[in-house]
């Protein structure tokens, strides 16, 4: 029976926020570097420049970013001669503010006249002179502020305050109900007992350690919940819904143009590391409680096909405008990637895993990589599906480009490769998917003006996604392993933050660009995977040391979303555009309104899933 409500519950769901999808529209695209009118009104990230030539020659000025790795300046616009008698000739330019800019201005006899980095601010106003000095051939630049930017860091300072102020309150809140005046008061008004039973995780399956000892004689529910996973998945998604949302329209909330990290690059690989956690957790303890491993892979199979499918309905809204044409759909995309990742991780743990845990003596001379070696054959076929993804990378020829071209394509690498957007992973998937059944704006687009579609969840990249959810599976045997052994547990988390993090320095040569593999999102590169598995690992013992070790902090406000993780990840992508997660603004060029408007829906899907953890309500696939 509870089956059964649970496939209503689902098929509920999905009819709701399939008429819900119907009304949503897509965000505008950002503006980019345009000459600049009287009539314009600044916008955010963009500053005014007025060039201003004392020269009697015709000028072209160019803009690079120094953001942008060996890229060709782009001609911004022409800078009238002076008069041969009569007033400096001027011209208005709208330039961004992000990262600094190199400023080149070539005549049309000399290249080059002259050459100014600067880093403008947010609606400033500045004007770059253009001299001569004593020769008649040399030319002098000299940038003046006309008007001093913004600061548009100051609403996110004020809103890191109030959130502070809110959780040093809850923190005395919780300080204070413990005090048995303060119970006795709370119990007489009728306080209510806060669950601790799991209903919930990101995959509808439990994150529980049971006492491999006294599993014959408790019941199957008995079990005790690793909040601590809870919170790092909560924290991740919070994160997530705020970036989609729009980050309050700060760079560092946007995905990468290409290589690097910012913080909007972090949160779906953590997913994916929890992903494989709660995978290793919530198997173990099926096998344990003598459930077939045919039926666990039938369940691991149905809910990746329902990861797939909710997956490719919410990022195709459009066929509510009339009949879904196939020759648009796009089919990868981050549910689509996470259902794929949960099977192929899931069927190899099932494929390995002991129907009971093996209880070595510390004395055993492998004792201290047993939670390694007993899944050895796991492992291989890991390591040869990376073998598989470097040879790929590497070595397999794409027309028109350089084996084992890594770069974004466009403007990119002086120009040289511009339709060689990703290298072979955007080969295969154009190749395999076609051109439009793939993302068809890239981060890379804005940036490095690239024109060639690439899917950052594409075929390729998928491989590594493999790899961290498996970084992850190794988290939870070493809490299965180790269960109760908290310094055995903190110690190897740290020993495996340490050694992928000595492997990204290796991979990246400490540089952005400059290693063998950088860091890169849209790839999913090697690289990328070991630093953020680094961080997961040095992040979950935080989680795990103050949550559940300590217990200096409950988890709260992110072990609600955490435990509610695809019903706020699916709601959120739904009702973007409603109210109250959306309304017309007074000033849609302000920082502040954005990050208002995106704190204040990001808190409501908290709030959402407090009230739904409360009303024991979880949507689980």
């Known amino acids: 029976m509870a089956s059964e409500r649970e496939n209503r519950w689902t098929i509920c769901a999905v009819i709701v926020f399939l008429i819900a999808i119907c009304a949503a529209h897509m965000t505008d695209r950002p503006a980019s570097s345009r000459p600049h009118r009287k009539t314009s009104v600044l916008k955010m990230d963009e500053a005014a420049l007025s060039v201003i030539n004392e020269v009697e020659e015709e000028m072209v000025l160019y803009v690079l970013s120094d953001h942008c790795y060996q890229c060709l300046p782009q001609p911004l616009g022409m800078i009238p001669a002076r008069p041969t008698s009569g007033t400096p000739a001027s011209v208005g330019f709208v330039v961004g503010?992000?990262?600094?800019?190199?400023?080149?201005?070539?005549?049309?006899?000399?290249?080059?006249?002259?050459?100014?980095?600067?880093?403008?601010g947010e609606q400033?106003?500045?004007?770059?002179?253009?001299?001569?000095?004593?020769?008649?051939?040399?030319?002098?630049?000299?940038?003046?502020?006309?008007?001093?930017?913004?600061?548009?860091?100051?609403?996110?300072?004020?809103?890191?305050?109030?959130?502070?102020?809110?959780?040093?309150?809850?923190?005395?809140?919780?300080?204070?109900?413990?005090?048995?005046?303060?119970?006795?008061?709370?119990?007489?008004?009728?306080?209510?007992?806060?669950?601790?039973?799991?209903?919930?995780?990101?995959?509808?399956?439990?994150?529980?350690?049971?006492?491999?000892?006294?599993?014959s004689i408790i019941p199957a529910t008995t079990g005790r919940r690793l909040r601590s996973l809870d919170t790092f998945r909560g924290l991740s998604l919070v994160i997530m819904v705020f970036v989609n949302y729009?980050?309050?329209?700060?760079?560092?909330?946007?995905?990468?143009?290409?290589?690097?990290?910012?913080?909007?690059?972090?949160?779906f690989p953590w997913f994916v590391f929890i992903m494989g956690t709660s995978i290793g957790l919530s198997l173990s303890g099926s096998l344990r409680r003598g459930v077939k491993r045919t039926h666990l892979l039938w369940k691991v199979f149905w809910r990746s096909l329902q990861l797939f499918l909710i997956g490719v309905i919410i990022i195709n809204p459009n066929y509510c405008q009339g009949p879904l044409s196939w020759d648009s759909l796009r089919i990868p995309g981050v549910l689509q990637r996470l259902g794929f990742t949960y099977l192929i991780v899931a069927a190899l743990d099932l494929a390995v895993s002991p129907d009971r845990l093996t209880n070595l003596s510390s004395e055993t001379c492998w004792y201290w990589v047993h939670d390694i070696c007993l899944y050895w054959p796991a492992w291989l076929c890991v390591i040869i599906l990376e073998t598989v993804w470097l040879c790929l990378t590497f070595l397999l020829p794409v027309p028109g480009c350089p084996t084992g071209y890594l770069g974004p394509g466009g403007i990119g690498d002086f120009g040289q490769y511009q339709n060689c957007t990703g290298g072979a992973a955007g080969y295969i998937d154009r190749w395999?998917?076609?051109?439009?059944?793939?993302?068809?704006?890239?981060?890379?687009?804005?940036?490095?003006?690239?024109?060639?579609?690439?899917?950052?969840?594409?075929?390729?990249?998928?491989i590594n996604s493999i790899l961290m959810a498996f970084l992850g599976l190794q988290a939870g045997?070493?809490?299965?392993?180790?269960?109760?052994?908290?310094?055995?547990?903190?110690?190897?988390?740290?020993?495996w933050g340490l050694i992928l993090g000595i492997i990204s320095a290796v991979l990246t040569k400490c540089s952005r660009n400059d290693g063998f593999?950088?860091?890169?999102?849209?790839?999913?590169?090697?690289?990328?995977?070991?630093?953020?598995?680094?961080?997961?690992?040095?992040?979950?013992?935080?989680?795990?040391?103050?949550?559940?070790?300590?217990?200096?902090?409950?988890g709260a406000p992110f072990f609600y979303p955490g435990m509610n993780s695809i019903l706020v990840y699916v709601g959120h992508e739904?009702?973007?555009?409603?109210?109250?997660?959306?309304?017309?603004?007074?000033?849609?060029?302000?920082?502040?309104?954005?990050?208002?408007?995106?704190l204040l829906a990001t808190s409501i899907w908290v709030f959402i899933a407090f009230l739904l953890y409360r009303k024991k309500i979880f949507w689980k696939i």
């Not at 503010?97 to 403008?120: D, E, G, R, W």
């Not at 729009?246 to 949160?267: K, P």
């Not at 961080?535 to 559940?548: P, S, W």
């Open 97 to 120: 503010t992000q990262h600094a800019l190199t400023l080149l201005i070539n005549s049309t006899t000399t290249p080059q006249q002259c050459k100014v980095n600067f880093h403008f």
């Open 124 to 215: 400033g106003n500045y004007s770059l002179w253009v001299k001569n000095l004593n020769e008649p051939s040399q030319i002098n630049c000299e940038m003046i502020t006309d008007s001093d930017p913004i600061n548009s860091y100051l609403p996110i300072l004020f809103a890191f305050l109030v959130f502070a102020f809110l959780a040093a309150l809850s923190a005395i809140w919780s300080t204070v109900k413990r005090l048995d005046a303060v119970t006795n008061l709370l119990i007489r008004l009728g306080g209510t007992v806060e669950t601790e039973r799991l209903i919930n995780s990101e995959l509808g399956t439990p994150n529980r350690l049971v006492d491999a000892s006294t599993e």
């Open 246 to 267: 729009g980050g309050g329209r700060y760079w560092f909330f946007r995905h990468e143009s290409w290589n690097g990290l910012t913080v909007a690059d972090l949160v």
């Open 432 to 462: 395999l998917l076609k051109d439009n059944h793939i993302y068809q704006t890239p981060s890379s687009r804005v940036l490095y003006l690239t024109t060639m579609p690439f899917d950052p969840e594409g075929v390729l990249g998928s």
């Open 477 to 495: 045997k070493i809490l299965l392993h180790y269960r109760d052994q908290h310094r055995q547990i903190i110690t190897r988390f740290l020993m």
């Open 517 to 554: 593999i950088p860091v890169n999102k849209n790839l999913w590169s090697l690289s990328y995977v070991t630093t953020l598995s680094c961080f997961a690992f040095v992040a979950l013992v935080f989680f795990y040391y103050t949550v559940d070790v300590k217990k200096w902090w409950s």
């Open 574 to 598: 739904v009702f973007e555009e409603y109210f109250p997660f959306r309304w017309k603004m007074a000033n849609s060029q302000s920082h502040t309104e954005h990050l208002a408007q995106n």
